[in-house]
């Protein structure tokens, strides 16, 4: 690809990125108005912006070899060409190499275009090879009439014979073949296009950044002992690879991400997002907090009325807790603990600790229903104590809500349990000192400093504990939540009996069904889980009503109950307690019952078309069994045919009960942005990293971190922006 630099040379200390992009060739403003679209404002920005994937235009294909799907470019001689009117007027040119023929179809042309396609005319086409009536076939592909010329192939000809590089150019100086610039030097780069910024543009761009480039306007962000130790090149020799990557690139490896080039790529996105969260950390640290140091009489009067003692992990984690909130700097930690190991009460502790001491404190859930679980459970526990526990949800109106908001704002309320409400506009605390946030997974970094900016006052921030039943694994953690601390309950309450989980198809319905007679008549109670994957409430509710009827058709001496969410919190909460209270046998269920729902007696749970789930979803699911002592089973029903992850999935959820291995799994079945959910998807955006094909990566990245903050701190924030760009403002570093 020949490039001419038409730009000045920037002065001797200018870098790349403190160079507009509209110093290229090109770019005024318009141009530079969308550029910001794909997150590029500097000359900087335009050489992260890394290519998809490639195409192959540096060697021609003949049309024998050819295969659907592939993209290649092929030089051809026109046989025929005709207009044909059918439905849609087309123009069809059959072509052919010597290796054999295939057609090109066009929808739109010119006359001068048909013109061009004379019998005996050659052309060099590149497209995609589809499957046509009769014949191998490219739509509109991108095409050059060569003027005549027989030997006209020149280069690419030579590699088409397979000639080595040298003698490639040994053939062309002894004039065996002629050289035509035809084919290109490079493979070609794909890039994340956007309207009005198409290839062309992106190609032309990075073509002109990369000739400043080599002027050594960029900055090499890793220490040379680092470079060393990892034996990865060096910035500009893995940005000029992955921007134009030579014709015998191993095209597979670059694919797939591979590529020395892009592992070096990876290492410092993933190292730039560890650091960004470690600053974030540094700043907490230096941030302050009330610290809450009483005796713990409310938490030990609550311990002493549970009916049970903490197991060994709930207490260890209860101490980190309570270390953390006598600190005078804001806690910020992260307690993962399987489905029924006990999270809650070590929250309510915390909440009561931080009462005690005078302060107010918020549980937040992302749910109505697990929030009013919560509700219910710490009423249980505080109202003894003299407590009482307000609630705030978004259901909550007009006078009611601005009640709860007025005993908030007025310090009257010391403990709120709610959702996301909490976090609304006009919501106002007196003197916040803890904030308990449950299943964190679905909140980001940004939702997390926003929630903790709320309880900032004359620059106190409250102490915030997170957390969550879907483990994070460690390279998650290293990556997305290297700003917290991190404990974990890594033992269930002693005497449960894990799951059985059987796998069957919906056809075995029938014996499902017998299966739950069998189970409620000996006492136990179980429930029926109806998914579908329609977004709509309704659909759901309608589908768990109908399966609600045909059960209680098919079990008449069963009392089946249904609970979803489109009824009001008072039924449901209403229709738990008979279930508790054992008033009901079986109990039809959408998903709502996925959390916190709490039922030691309920030791059976179907959940049908389970291959629509994921598998934390599933593991959640089968939490709410195996809550007593008796033994629990899960049914997993599926509808055939099962895709290839369906059945990886319910072979996973058989194999094992542990959370962690399930998270484990199923990070690398989805990737983490599947895992994290949607809402945390702008947290963790990565250009090049994946977190699962990169695992082997993230050791040597804390390494390197530390490295980097010892010795040349002075580089951390230009890293930092390179890859973060706007989102590194979150950490304002
Ligand atoms: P999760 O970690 O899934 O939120 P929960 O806090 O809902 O778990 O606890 C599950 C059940 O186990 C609750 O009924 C809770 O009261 C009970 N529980 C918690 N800790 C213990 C313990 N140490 N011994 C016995 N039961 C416990
Ligand atoms: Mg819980």
């Known amino acids: 690809m020949a490039s001419i630099n038409f730009i000045a040379p920037p002065a001797e200390n200018t870098t790349l990125d403190s160079l507009p992009v509209t110093t290229l060739k090109r770019v005024g403003p318009r141009v530079a108005e969308l550029l910001t679209k794909l997150g590029i404002r500097t000359v900087q920005d335009v050489l992260f912006h890394l290519p998809l994937r490639y195409q192959d235009r540096t060697r021609v294909a003949s049309i024998g070899a050819l295969r ?38 066009f929808f739109h042309f010119s006359a001068q275009q048909q013109a061009a396609f004379v019998r005996g005319a050659r052309v060099r086409c590149f497209g995609e090879v589809r499957s046509g009536p009769g014949m191998l076939e490219m739509v509109h592909p991108e095409y050059r009439i060569i003027p005549n010329n027989p030997l006209g192939v020149g280069r690419a000809l030579a590699r088409h014979v397979g000639l080595k590089p040298d003698l490639q150019s040994e053939a062309i100086k002894d004039g065996i073949v002629q050289d035509a610039p035809e084919v290109d030097e490079f493979l070609t780069p794909v890039y994340p296009a956007t309207e009005g910024v198409q290839q062309n543009m992106l190609r032309a761009l990075t073509q002109q950044a990369l000739d400043l480039m080599r002027d050594g306007a960029l900055r090499e962000a890793l220490p040379p002992q680092v470079l060393e130790q990892l034996r990865l090149p060096s910035l500009t020799e893995a940005l000029a690879y992955v921007h134009r990557p030579p014709p015998d690139a191993p095209l597979r490896m670059l694919l797939e991400g591979q590529h020395p080039a892009q592992q070096r790529l990876a290492f410092e996105e993933l190292l730039a997002h560890h650091l960004s969260l470690r600053l974030l950390r540094n700043k907490t640290e230096q941030q302050r907090a009330p610290q809450l140091h009483v005796p713990g009489v409310l938490m030990r009067r609550l311990l002493d009325a549970l009916s049970f003692t903490l197991t060994g992990a709930q207490q260890r984690v209860l101490g980190e807790i309570i270390h953390d909130l006598r600190c005078d700097h804001p806690m910020q930690r992260l307690v993962q603990g399987d489905v029924g190991s006990g999270k809650t009460v070590v929250a309510a502790c915390a909440v009561l600790h931080a009462l005690e001491a005078g302060f107010q404190a918020v549980v937040m859930a992302p749910t109505e229903l697990l929030a009013e679980q919560h509700l219910q459970n710490f009423t249980a526990w505080l109202a003894p104590l003299g407590i009482e526990v307000a609630w705030l949800s978004g259901k909550l109106t007009g006078k009611a809500w601005q009640a709860v908001v007025e005993r908030l704002a007025s310090g009257q309320a010391a403990v709120v349990v709610g959702t996301h409400a909490l976090f609304q506009e006009g919501v106002r605390f007196a003197n916040l000192g803890l904030i308990v946030v449950d299943e964190q997974h679905r909140f980001g970094v940004h939702q997390r400093l926003a929630l903790r900016e709320k309880g900032n006052q004359d620059g106190r921030y409250p102490h ?69 994957i329609e977004e709509s409430e309704m659909l759901q509710c309608q589908a768990a009503t109908d399966t609600a009827l045909r059960l209680a058709e098919s079990l008449p001496e069963l009392r089946v109950g249904l609970i979803h969410g489109r009824l009001k919190s008072q039924e449901k909460q209403q229709i738990m307690a008979t279930f508790k209270a054992g008033a009901l046998d079986l109990l039809v269920a959408t998903t709502v019952i996925e959390v916190g729902v709490d039922v030691p007696n309920a030791s059976l749970m179907i959940i049908e078309n389970a291959e629509r789930l994921g598998m934390a979803q599933l593991h959640q699911l089968r939490g709410r069994v195996g809550r007593g002592t008796q033994s629990s089973s ?15 999935r319910l072979a996973a959820m058989r194999e094992t009960n542990d959370g962690f291995e399930i998270a484990r799994r199923d990070l690398a079945l989805r990737g983490p942005g599947e895992v994290l959910g949607t809402r945390q998807s702008g947290m963790l955006q990565l250009h090049i990293a994946d977190l699962v094909r990169d695992q082997a990566l993230i050791p ?30 979150y950490g304002e570093v």
């Open 68 to 105: 659907v799907g592939d993209e290649v470019s092929i030089v051809v001689e026109v046989q025929l060409s005709e207009i044909k009117f059918g439905r849609r007027r087309m123009l069809l040119v059959r072509v052919a190499d010597g290796s054999g023929g295939m057609l090109l179809r």
């Open 634 to 648: 899960c049914v997993l029903m599926y509808h055939a045919p099962l895709s290839a992850d369906g059945r990886t």
């Open 464 to 532: 915030q504990l997170i957390m969550t039943a879907t483990p994070i694994p460690r390279t998650l953690a290293m990556t997305a939540y290297a700003d917290l601390d991190s404990s974990v309950i890594d033992e269930l309450p002693p005497g449960r009996t894990p799951v059985e989980t059987v796998v069957v198809a919906d056809t075995r319905r029938a014996d499902v069904v017998e299966r739950v007679r069998n189970a409620c008549r000996a006492g136990r109670q179980a429930y029926w889980v109806c998914t579908l």
């Open 700 to 729: 040597k990245i804390e390494q390197a971190a530390i490295i980097l903050l010892e010795h040349y701190p002075e580089r951390v924030p230009a890293l930092i922006k390179r890859w973060l760009g706007d989102a590194a403002r």
